[in-house]
């Protein structure tokens, strides 16, 4: 999540927290976030990602409604993921 900081503190960028994300970097970009609040994919997609994927310990046994698009992991797969993330640069 580095490479997307914006203005935001290290401790709000990780949870995609509103205005803690540069726009210029996110545009167009799945972004990998961790579940502090809901909202995080609206404010991914706010400022033109194409979507979000949330890492989450809660166990969801029901579907999730996000008003954009996104989904939401556990820590292995968060782990899968941003190992991919950081071998592609």
Known sequence: MK???????????????????DPKKVKGKLVLCELEVWGADSVVTGIGGK???LESEQYLDAAQIFMAPATVVNATASDTVNNYIHSTK
């Open 51 to 53: 979507g979000t994927i």
């Open 3 to 21: 490479d997307l900081l914006g203005n935001g503190s290290k401790l709000h960028h990780r949870f995609c927290a509103d205005g803690s994300l």
